[in-house]
Nanobody, 127 residues
Framework: EVQLAESGGGSVQAGGSLRLACAAS????????MFWYRQAPGNECEFVAS???????EYKWSLKGRFTISRDNAKNTLYLQMNTLKPEDSAVYYC?????????????????????WGQGTQVTVSS
């Protein structure tokens, strides 16, 4: 059974940093593409970053330079380092592992057709 568990969220002032972690189990961790998505109240689910088996990364263009996705295959853990946080970064952050042959982009957070998802971790950035 695939399980993903996010941690590391919390409240921080603008300009601060947080590192999210996603502990994974139930699959061969270094094989599939892995993702971070986020969703703020009243907003659509939003792609944040992805990393593939070759450690090639992609980012939402407006986050590139502030956010860094990485994976530790020895620990079966996905990370998201978030620096210079802004109030608009406040959201629930989800990690996801894409199923083979699934669409490239999730249509919503917790999209089962896209892949498996964690329960999310809340990030709140105050001004």
């Amino acid at each position: 059974e695939v399980q993903l568990a996010e941690s590391g969220g919390g409240s921080v002032q603008a300009g601060g940093s947080l590192r999210l972690a996603c502990a994974a189990s139930g699959f061969t961790f270094d094989e599939p593409d892995m993702f971070w998505y986020r969703q703020a109240p009243g907003n659509e689910c939003e792609f944040v970053a992805s990393i593939n088996s070759a450690d090639s990364t992609e980012y939402k263009w407006s986050l590139k330079g502030r956010f860094t996705i990485s994976r530790d295959n020895a620990k079966n853990t996905l990370y998201l380092q978030m620096n210079t946080l802004k109030p608009e970064d406040s959201a629930v952050y989800y990690c996801a592992v894409r199923k083979q042959w699934a669409p490239r982009i999730a249509t919503m957070c917790s999209d089962a057709d896209f892949g498996y998802w964690g329960q999310g971790t809340q990030v709140t950035v105050s001004s």
